[in-house]
């Protein structure tokens, strides 16, 4: 029985998911035909601005016509494609349309240079990172709202790790935390907490807090488990290992040596933990000796013992009678 620091450490089991703020959808917001699949498989790796693929639209075809038209219209439009105020109404609402329909720039300034209309429009990947979803192949004929891509930024991850009821005080936003992977046994990766949900799991009884990792090398795949310590500030305590205290139920149990072989069980009130040691609130005095190895035996010893001498008692009671 000591005196020194204990909690500001708190271990727990995390697991690696994607972050949903760095997550991104490619839907469509015309009607069309895929004539052209560029990222033919989940997982593929992409940049910003990769082609994903190439869609052919009546609506689309049609919206660049009337376009190119409205600019006939307006002789005084530079060639460049940008609006200027030589734009009429109808070239610049022509123009805002396929802006609406997510047209990149560059089509449209080609397409005014060119002035011929382009059969098949190519979508493109609006984030870098890495497809997680495909729902598409050459032939595929596309509604208003169908998102057939979905891209995942994993340069950054969360990591989902479960906070016990009896620990929610302890932890809070921004507090810095480590995690080590069977993958990395050798290697401590550091992050924060960035969310604490406001409910508990019912079942678990436990908050599902979220973690913030660095992941610039793609390392750490979403799914993967590992230790999470969430990192606090501990305070000065009579502590004890954590191998000395027994839980016996709705009782904390240690046992005190006596000397010339004997031992004392000893309820005890224990606070904080971090793992290696935890805090002895009442029960102890500092300098207290306390069975740390094999205190399982002693225990098993000790309840051996009230059995045998109670089964001695009821023999007893049962002569006298």
Do not use: C
């Not at 703020?21 to 940049?47: C, H, I, M, P």
């Not at 993958?183 to 949900?197: D, M, S, T, W």
């Not at 290992?241 to 009782?251: M, S, W």
């Amino acid at each position: 029985m000591t005196r020194g620091g204990v909690g500001g450490a708190w271990r727990t089991v995390g697991r690696i998911v994607v972050d949903e703020t760095r997550v991104r959808l490619v839907n469509v917001k015309v009607s069309g035909f895929v004539e052209r699949v560029y990222v033919d498989y989940v997982g593929k790796t992409v940049k910003r601005g990769d082609p994903l693929f190439a869609m052919y639209s009546p609506e689309l075809f049609a919206a660049q016509e009337e376009y190119l038209l409205a600019r006939r219209l307006s002789p005084e439009t530079p060639d460049s494609g940008v609006p200027s105020r030589g734009d009429t109404s109808l070239a610049a609402a022509a123009r805002r349309k396929l802006e609406l329909w997510d047209v990149p720039q560059g089509a449209i300034e080609q397409l005014a240079k060119s002035g011929q209309p382009t059969k098949a429009l190519t979508f493109y990947s609006p984030i870098a990172g890495v497809v997680t979803k495909k729902d598409v192949v050459e032939g595929t004929q596309l509604a208003i709202g169908a998102m057939p891509y979905e891209v995942a930024d994993l340069s950054s991850v969360w990591v989902v790790a479960d906070v016990y009821e009896s620990d929610l005080r302890f932890v809070k936003e921004d507090m810095p935390a480590t995690l080590t992977l069977a993958a990395f046994p050798n290697r401590e990766l550091k992050g924060k907490v960035v969310f604490l949900p406001p409910t508990l799991d019912p079942q678990t009884r436990t908050i599902k807090a979220r973690l913030t990792f660095p992941n610039p090398t793609g390392e750490l795949r979403p799914e993967m488990f590992g230790e999470v310590v969430l990192l606090g500030v501990p305070h000065e305590g009579l502590r004890v290992p954590n191998d000395a205290v027994i839980d016996a139920g709705t009782r904390k149990v240690v046992f005190v040596g006596l000397g010339d072989g004997k031992f004392q069980p000893r309820i005890v009130k224990v606070g904080a933990s971090d793992g290696t040691y935890v805090e002895v609130l009442s029960g102890l005095v500092a300098g207290e000796s306390v069975v740390v190895r094999a205190n399982f035996l002693v225990d098993s010893e000790s309840r051996l013992r009230a059995s045998v001498e109670g089964a001695d008692g009821l023999g007893e009671h049962a002569r006298a009678l």
